[in-house]
């Protein structure tokens, strides 16, 4: 199994860590194996270039392909709805963590919790300590990293990349998240 | 109030039935009652006698754990691992881990401004005596000590008065501390409700503190026009000895102001300060300046402008004596907290001291007699200063572009630096001549100083960013009103009935550290923003310096534009850390004051008045410290809500509502007993925003209560969703639940308003007389 270190060094997790993306089709085979996935994407991805694009077309693009509904936090739900999108909700990161540990919640459609979160442009940081709420406290939850850097208290988390591989990672898994 | 340890003795005593000679009585405590409010229910509350308020709001506002790692390490059974239902070897879960550990956080923030708070009055009592009167805005304010007063159930008239507060604050601490020894409390609700008994003890530590020193050192006594001073590095005269304090306890900084007055040399010298002392000697002395907030320690220092470095207690970065002792500058350490290794020379005679300091013999010393510290401090300054001739540690262009060219491009400091700055890429643009992207760091910097350590060819990465940001920070020269103390009765009066019925839309506390996500300026933004929209904005700490930062196109600081009252419109700078218990106190003083509900041990009412009532919000977007846990935590306990920044996550426990539990939102109507529902107002107690927008939104939509008329609630509705409109692109979809009948309807919103009310199946409500406390209802339903 691959071995990643945090971006942050200093961010220890402890005993479990997330395991490595290697290859973007293990996000892809996540997605279709869950029930309830949904895709969190926070304030950075309106102003994160990846190459020619931002990190909020590829959220978009994710979201549309894999029929996943989107979470915008912070305050970019505009940023989406210009680009001729709505998110399926937008709420405080906070909020919509929290919101997963519960395991009676009936989730945006009320049709019940999400098994799989996939998270995106959240400050490192911060997103670094949702995770662990989600890891500790989020019942039959399973989450993913699809930022830039290895997040150790997801459950599954791309190791630290560059910009070429974290575009293509993300180019693969929208592309096959369309197939059958 | 009350006497300690009173002894009596009598030589010899006659009476008919027998002559009793060297008679001698002790009494643990003698009362001499003078308040004739009637003691409320809860006089010196013990650790569960708020149990129950607190699981009320406990109740809406559960908590969401985000640990820092999976283990505890607390004892000798750990590491243990708390992964995800894991229990460790004392049977401990990672909830109550979690809530033990903000406790540890609340409890070291408690201590440390109760501590601070029994030094200051021990201080003033030994200068002034025991019965030297606590007045802090002469016939402004009857209430001097609201929080002391709604706690305790005293009403102290004197410095003397003061210890009995610390002794029960003192005897809480303990107590709470015990139970986080492994074995103790191990149910995370019971951990959260003891946060919260933290936080009201850390208040009362606050106020304390700061009325102890308003009343006794002349600081400006709640006083809307107190002086505009000086801030920024660009302020300081160089051609002068400079003495830096850091730190937050004054004490050692108004010995070195005396002994300037005293020996004529006011004026001679300049006397400056980082961090809350900085606040509390211009308190002091209106010519003294401030150098700005935390952050600036290491540039500050650097800079070589500070011929001597007096450092006190709290937030004083533990290195400063290695980097003082770079640019020559000899250190005084003056508090019994934080000695810094140095030899304790408090017992020897001034000229021995001086000499060694100024020979270079000892870099430091330990000296714990204020008046000391001021003649050494001075004559040692001014003997060094021509020698010293502004030493500094902070590269010039040259050594710049060489050392860049020997970064080896690990990229360790981006992933040491907090803030994820792009470091390496700037000492790469440096390693051709342009020093412009690092330049642009420095505004955002927040000078810990990580980068340098994580450096594996030791460049010293923050002084290239102040080599770099020089320019700016040499022309950083603000005016700020200083610290005015508490908020007058009458201002009270005057605005009690607006903020409760919802008609001026809020009081916004900016408050905290400088821990800021992209610098100060978004600070500045939001207290701009609110003012302007005629909120009554109150400042405190690092944050009130850094909201001086910036001015308009006019060359005018916030604090030169808005009025310093507390009014709607007003940007008012209570002061230092400790002066955070004016805020709380004008909370509790509009139920007191406004509302005339008895104030006397009257916690639970109190709190219930505020919680339903006062539309206040605290935002510390930078807050760092274990104190900003402890003074977060007292709002709490009040019903007041907290934002934090991003870094606050690292608090590692929000405490979140839910407005899809629509059973957590009934209160009772105190008229009738009803369970009525009033919404999410407010919707969460403490909670981290990712953005500055995020922020201002919550801001306004945390402002709304239960209580607000139609008009109030119009009025906030309006705000609220303006913001959101303006900052997220969009209407709120959460309207509905804030919208009670349809006076409440923003006239100019109207009909978008209908429309997503209509989809909603929005149903009228009405507006009750709100309280969590059924014995607050007047007349039971049943009854009628």
Redesign the interface.
């Known amino acids: 199994m691959a071995t990643a270190e945090p ?4 961010e ?5 860590k997330a395991l490595v993306i290697t290859k973007p089709e293990v996000v892809v085979a996540m997605v279709k194996k869950a029930k309830r996935p949904i895709l969190i994407v ?2 950075e991805a309106p102003e994160t270039d990846i190459k020619e694009k931002k990190l909020l077309d590829y959220a978009i693009r994710i979201s549309e392909t894999g029929k996943i509904p989107l979470v915008a ?3 970019i ?3 989406f ?2 680009k001729g999108f709505r998110p399926a ?2 709420m ?4 919509i ?3 997963l ?2 395991s009676e ?2 989730g945006l459609d009320g049709n019940g919790q999400y098994d799989l979160a996939m998270f995106m442009g ?5 997103e670094w ?2 995770f ?2 989600l ?3 989020g019942q039959n939850l399973k989450t993913i990293s699809l930022d830039r850097y290895y997040h150790p208290h997801a459950s599954w988390s791309f190791p630290n990349l560059s910009m070429e591989d974290w575009a293509q990672n993300l180019e693969v898994i929208i592309g096959k998240l369309g197939g059958t | 109030m009350s006497r300690k340890n009173v002894q009596l003795k009598i030589k010899e005593l006659k009476t008919d039935a027998a002559t009793i000679k060297d008679l001698q009585l002790s009494f643990g405590r003698l009362v001499a009652e003078t308040w004739t409010e009637p003691m409320g229910p809860t006089p010196y509350p013990s650790i569960t006698a708020l149990r129950e308020w607190d699981r009320k709001l406990l109740q809406r506002y559960k908590p969401f754990y985000m640990p820092y790692c999976d283990v505890c390490c607390l004892c000798t059974f750990g590491k243990c691992d708390l992964t995800a239902g894991k229990r460790g070897a004392c049977g401990i879960n990672m909830a109550a881990q979690q809530s033990r550990i903000v406790l540890l956080a609340c409890l070291i923030g408690a201590s440390t401004h109760t501590a601070h708070a029994r030094h200051m009055v021990e201080h003033l009592i030994e200068k002034h005596g025991h019965d030297f009167p606590i007045h802090i805005g002469g016939i402004n304010i009857e209430v001097e000590a609201p929080i002391t007063r709604l706690v305790c159930g005293v009403k102290p008239k004197t410095l003397g008065d003061l210890e009995e507060a610390l002794d029960y604050c003192e005897n809480q601490i303990t107590n709470l501390l015990s139970s986080t020894h492994t074995g103790q409390e191990g149910d995370n609700i019971d951990f959260e409700s003891k946060v919260f008994h933290a936080g009201m003890i850390d208040h009362i530590g606050l106020e304390v503190a700061d009325i102890a020193q308003v009343a006794a050192l002349g600081f400006p006594k709640a006083d809307p026009e107190a002086p505009l001073v000086d801030l920024g590095y660009g302020t300081v005269d160089t051609q002068k000895p400079v003495v830096l304090c850091i730190g937050h306890n004054v004490v050692p900084a108004t010995g070195i102001v005396d002994y300037l007055k005293a020996n004529g040399l006011y004026g001679e010298v300049e006397v400056c300060g980082l961090c809350c002392t900085a606040h509390d000697v211009t308190r002091y002395n209106p010519k003294a300046k401030i150098i700005g907030p935390i952050s600036w320690q290491l540039r500050f220092i650097r800079s070589g402008l500070p011929d001597v470095v007096v450092l006190d207690e709290q937030c004083v970065r533990t290195d400063c004596l290695l980097e003082a002792q770079r640019i020559k500058a000899p250190v005084i350490v003056t508090s019994e907290k934080n000695c810094m290794g140095l030899p304790n020379r408090t017992n020897d005679p001034v000229d021995a001291i001086v000499t060694d300091l100024t020979e270079g013999k000892v870099s430091g010393v330990l000296i714990l007699d204020p008046e000391k510290v001021g003649e050494v401090v001075v004559r040692t300054a001014v003997k060094v200063a021509p020698s010293r001739q502004k030493f500094k540690t902070i590269p010039n262009f040259e050594d710049i572009v060489a050392g860049s060219k020997t970064c080896k491009k690990c990229n360790d400091c981006r992933r040491a630096c907090p803030q994820d700055l792009q470091i390496m890429e700037a000492v790469a643009e440096a390693s051709t001549g342009n020093l412009e992207m690092l330049a642009n760091l420095y505004d955002v910097c927040i000078g810990c100083g990580r980068c340098e350590n994580a450096c594996q060819v030791d460049l010293p990465l923050h002084g290239y960013i102040v080599k770099a940001g020089e320019k700016k920070l040499k022309e950083e020269k603000f005016k700020i009103r200083s610290g005015r103390g508490a908020i007058q009765d009458v201002e009270i009066r005057n605005v009690g009935s607006p903020i409760v019925l919802g008609e001026i839309p809020g009081v916004v506390a900016v408050v905290g550290c400088s821990n800021y996500p992209h610098g100060g300026k978004e600070v500045i933004d939001i207290c701009r923003e609110f003012a302007n929209r005629r909120y009554i904005v109150v400042t405190s700490g690092c944050a009130a310096m850094t909201a001086a930062m910036y001015k308009d196109e006019e060359g005018k600081t916030l604090y030169e534009t808005y009025p310093g009252s507390f009014e709607a419109g007003g940007i008012v700078n209570v002061g230092s850390c400790v002066a955070n218990a004016h805020i709380a106190g004008a909370a509790i003083k509009i139920a007191n004051i406004f509302a005339k509900r008895n104030l006397r041990a009257n916690y639970e009412e109190i709190a219930d008045y505020i919680y339903n009532r006062v539309g206040a919000v605290g935002l510390a977007w930078g807050a760092y410290s274990q104190k900003a846990a402890a003074i977060g935590a007292g709002f709490w306990r009040l019903g007041v809500p907290v934002i934090v920044g991003p870094h606050g996550a690292k608090y590692r426990r929000m405490l979140l509502g839910r407005n899809d539990h629509e059973e957590d939102w009934y209160v009772y109507d105190a008229r009738t007993g009803d369970r009525v529902f009033v919404g999410p107002a407010p919707e969460h107690l403490f909670y981290a925003a990712e953005s500055k927008e995020e922020a201002m939104v919550m801001i306004a939509k945390l402002c709304m209560r239960p209580n607000d008329t139609t008009k109030g609630r119009a009025i906030k509705l309006t705000h609220w969703i303006d913001l959101h409109k303006r900052l997220y692109g969009t209407l709120p979809d959460d309207i509905h639940y804030y919208v009670r009948n349809e006076l409440d309807i923003p006239i100019t919103m109207k009909d978008e308003i209908h429309k997503i009310l209509e989809e909603k199946k929005w149903k009228e409500n009405r507006i009750p007389d709100p309280t969590l406390l059924p014995r607050m209802i007047r007349k039971r339903k049943e009854e009628a």
Do not use: C
């Open positions: 971006w942050q060094k200093a220890i997790p402890g005993p479990t926070g304030h936090t912070a305050h739900v505009g940023e709805i210009k909700a937008f405080p990161a906070v909020d963590a929290n919101r540990t519960d919640w009936k959240i400050t490192y940081y911060m300590v949702l662990s709420g890891k500790h406290f």
